[in-house]
């Protein structure tokens, strides 16, 4: 959280500081319904005896936004896209009064925090492109643009129409000389067309006989030494199908040979956040959460769907599934200090078993930590990497916070070891904690940010174990 500024206290801000006082629970209701972006607009702002300092929790270089010629057009754009939130806000605080989900005086006090943002006071500064407004509900509301009432078109004087009554006698005689007009028309027409017919002298035509001429056609003539035969066309050859036997194809297994694999899974509490929201968002939450403490609403939004865990859940029963069917899985499970929890070997035949397994999981709010230094000691306790083969992948979202060790020391001692152990890790939010483990192993670090990156990236992160049958 950073302070943006200070500005000195009048005493005509007494509303406005009884408006702070409400300024959590404002935007406690902003966060349940809508953006972050939206709560973020308004400063939140700390009342001191002479002055009240203003705060955001937004990272980056504050930049006042002015009103001169070179600022013109990001203001322009700007105060749109503040409109735009405080309309939001306002059709909000409607639909939830008329709805019944907040009391009147609730939907009053959001009403009057977007009134509380024109005042001569109220600065904005851009953060990252992001609008913050400081000052909000102090100094004098700015005047109202004055709207000029609306200007009655001119009366026009009735003029006199006297001079038309002369004009009713021809009308009249135009009306009775159109009646007698329609009235004779018709039989007129009628004795007209009687007297064209009379006059008209319709031609004789012949009746023609139709004329065929006689066609002769000539005769074939075939050449005197040779006779017109004619083969019977009989069916094609049938040709034999052949048929392409498919090579029988059967998993080559040595006994003792096959290659072992362990997922270590993270089903610590951070796994509940949001793809949602970007990483550097994640974090200032987090900073709260333990700098000052957030509300229930904050969180519930945090961890809103999707969410690390339920991804991650999905796309380890999708590689399981692409598995090389003759290797047997192991589980770890990174759920709380001071160890991890190591959840058996599954063979190819319990692989339902271990997909319920992992969809099973769900991180401790209270209780929650993410062992991993203890979690890659049991999984490479699981597998032999010396003689075998072996596979380790990490699907983690964090470092180790319960401080049991180095683990890149760790990785470096187990890549001695086991020469033949590689470890994959999905880095998921790019937190980086795990990479030193897969740089010790020869293994490789797959980071995704968003839900489609973070299933492609546990794809390709167990690409080493998805071999298909061997056919002879």
Avoid at 113 to 133: F, G, H, M, R, W
Avoid at 135 to 148: C, F, S, Y
Avoid at 350 to 366: D, V, W
């Amino acid at each position: 959280m950073q302070r943006l500024a200070r500005l000195t206290k009048q005493e005509s801000d007494a509303s406005a500081v009884a408006l702070f006082s409400q300024y959590n629970e404002l935007m406690l209701i902003l966060l349940r319904h809508l953006p972050p972006s939206t709560a973020s607009l308004f400063a939140r702002p700390r009342e001191n005896a002479d002055y009240v300092e203003w705060y955001t929790d937004l990272e980056g270089q504050p930049y006042p936004l002015g009103s001169g010629e070179k600022d013109k057009p990001l203001a322009s754009r700007i105060n749109t896209l503040i409109a735009q939130r405080l309309q939001s806000i306002e059709r909000l605080a409607e639909e939830l009064k008329n709805n019944g989900k907040i009391q009147p005086a609730q939907a009053e006090l959001l009403q009057k925090l977007v009134d509380a943002t024109k005042q001569d006071t109220s600065q904005v500064y851009l953060i990252n492109d992001e609008p913050v407004i400081i000052g909000w509900g102090m100094g004098k509301e700015l005047p109202k643009p004055i709207i000029a009432p609306a200007v009655a078109p001119p009366l026009v004087a009735a003029t006199s129409r006297r001079w038309c009554w002369w004009l009713l006698p021809l009308l009249l005689l135009l009306l009775g000389f159109l009646a007698w007009w329609f009235y004779f028309r018709p039989q007129m027409q009628l004795e007209l067309v009687r007297a064209v017919k009379a006059d008209i002298q319709y031609p004789q035509v012949a009746k023609l006989e139709p004329i065929m001429p006689k066609i002769e056609l000539p005769k074939l003539i075939l050449p005197p030494t040779e006779t017109a035969k004619i083969e019977p066309q009989l069916p094609p050859p049938v040709v034999a199908e052949t048929v392409n036997k498919a090579k029988e194809c059967r998993t080559k297994v040595d006994p003792g040979k096959t290659p072992q694999m362990v997922i270590v899974f993270d089903n610590s509490a951070s796994m509940f956040l949001t793809l949602a929201e970007s990483p550097q968002t994640l974090k200032d939450f987090q900073q709260r959460w333990t700098n000052y403490g957030v509300t229930e609403a904050e969180i519930n939004y945090m961890y809103r769907s999707p969410n690390r865990l339920g991804v991650a859940k999905k796309a380890s029963a999708s590689i399981i599934n692409n598995i090389s069917p003759n290797v047997e899985i192991g589980l770890v499970s990174l759920y709380r200090c001071p160890a991890a929890t190591r959840l058996g070997r599954y063979s190819p035949s319990k692989r339902g078993a271990l997909k319920a397994k992992i969809n099973g999981m769900l991180p401790s709010r209270e209780d929650s930590g993410t062992p991993l230094y203890s979690g890659l000691q049991q999984a490479a306790a699981m597998v032999d990497g010396k003689n075998r083969d072996a596979f380790i992948l990490i699907i983690s979202d964090g470092e180790d916070n319960c401080k049991s060790g180095d683990v890149c020391s760790l990785a470096r001692q187990i890549a001695k070891q086991k020469p033949r152990l590689k470890i994959n890790v999905v880095d998921i939010g790019g937190a980086k904690a795990a990479n030193c483990i897969a740089t010790a192993t020869g293994g490789k670090v797959f980071t995704g940010n968003n839900q489609k990156q973070v299933a492609n990236m546990i794809n390709q992160a167990v690409k080493p174990m998805t071999k298909v049958n061997e056919c002879e």
